[in-house]
């Protein structure tokens, strides 16, 4: 929705890009299309991979750490306050002298965010759609002191930074899992959606374990992952775990799957995930993952696993096993706790 907001502006008359300008977005959201825009030299900041690869399967420049100058940078704002801040202070740098323009949903603190600018610089021009607002301002070094987060140790000497899934600490869905997981697991396996590395960790303790893969989309994540795994039996993909393949076939797959696109719940991420774990599992290994109560998984596992039990729930998770991979038309047995 983020590029909606600003091709309305320009539309509207309210903001003039003149088309030879050169635009660097930060972050835009994963189905962003910057063909909206009437601009030609678009160069767009992205750590998230699927719309890293989305971005430039558009043909646009795109990297992970933007440095060229620019006439105009768009924000768009991430829910972590920190974060958001950071990236306006790096859009004023990028920007020199030329036009900040900041971009996003309510409910993901525009309102919280357009206040602090304004105790810091003339803004020039703002408007309100879909549920958020769009507002700009030339770049004057105004937000200096608000550096980007970097990682820190939060609880237990845990490594995370602001802007991550549950940077304040370990997950309580994923601590459900750790609870219970099959002492039996053994070999290499895979930590799906393996954030800043809290089950990978639980993982390589296992004493039968000989090494897990960590697949994330969130780059940032994965620099605090590796913080937190040192590189002992341990491998760090920046990845889309729905099409991330491996030579080897894996022992087991663990994950806490993601049940969100930008801000949208959606289960039929956690879904691809499922059957993502099937495609890499050996014929005869095994899923553990867990998730909400309410998210329904048992369909697709029952039709990617030819056996499927709940391990351990309660009524805000639900720890579910998934044994061997259907290849063929065998039947799927389902045992209840
Ligand atoms: C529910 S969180 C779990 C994180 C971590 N495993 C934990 O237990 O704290 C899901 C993770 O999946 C990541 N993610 C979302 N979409 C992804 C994708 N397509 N490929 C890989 N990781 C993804 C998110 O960035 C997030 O870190």
């Known amino acids: 929705m983020t590029f909606a907001r600003l091709a309305h502006a320009v539309e509207t008359g309210a903001l003039t890009l003149p088309d030879d300008l050169r635009l660097v977005c930060l972050e835009p959201n994963p189905d962003a299309d910057p063909g909206m825009l009437p601009v030609r030299d678009i160069t767009v900041q992205q750590t998230f991979k699927p719309a890293f690869d989305h971005f430039e399967s558009l043909g646009l420049t795109v990297t992970t750490e933007a440095t060229g100058a620019a006439d105009v940078v768009h924000v768009t704002l991430p829910r972590s306050r920190e974060l958001a801040r950071g990236l306006i202070a790096q859009a004023e740098r990028l920007a020199e002298g ?192 867990v998730a909400n109560r309410h998210l329904p998984y048992e369909t697709t596992l029952a039709s990617a696993f030819q056996q499927v039990q709940e391990l351990d729930g309660d009524t805000r998770f639900k720890v579910l096993q998934a044994d061997a991979p259907i290849t063929s038309d065998k039947k799927t047995r389902v045992k209840r706790r």
Request: proline share 6%.
């Open 98 to 289: 030329g036009l900040v323009i900041v971009d996003g949903a309510k409910t993901d603190g525009i309102d919280a965010i357009l206040k602090f600018a304004k105790s810091r610089v003339a803004i020039e021009g703002q408007m309100s759609k879909a549920h958020g607002k769009i507002f700009w301002f030339s770049a004057a070094d105004a937000f200096r002191d608000c550096a980007l987060p970097v990682p820190a140790p939060v609880l237990d000497g845990w490594i995370t930074q602001p802007g991550v899934f549950s940077a304040d600490g370990p997950d309580a869905g994923s601590e459900a899992l750790v609870a219970v997981l099959p002492k039996t697991l053994k070999g290499r396996g895979a930590d799906l959606g393996g954030g800043w590395g809290y089950l990978t960790r639980h993982l390589r303790d296992l004493s039968g374990v000989t090494h897990v893969d960590l697949v994330e989309a969130d780059r940032r994540a994965l620099t605090c992952a590796r913080l937190n795994l040192g590189e002992d039996r341990v491998s760090l993909h920046w990845a889309d775990a729905t099409t991330w393949g491996t030579p080897a076939s894996l022992d087991w797959v663990v994950m806490n799957p993601p049940f969100h696109t930008s801000r949208t719940p959606d289960a039929s991420l956690g879904q691809d995930f499922i059957r993502s774990a099937a495609r890499l599992l050996r014929p005869k290994g095994s899923l553990v993952m």
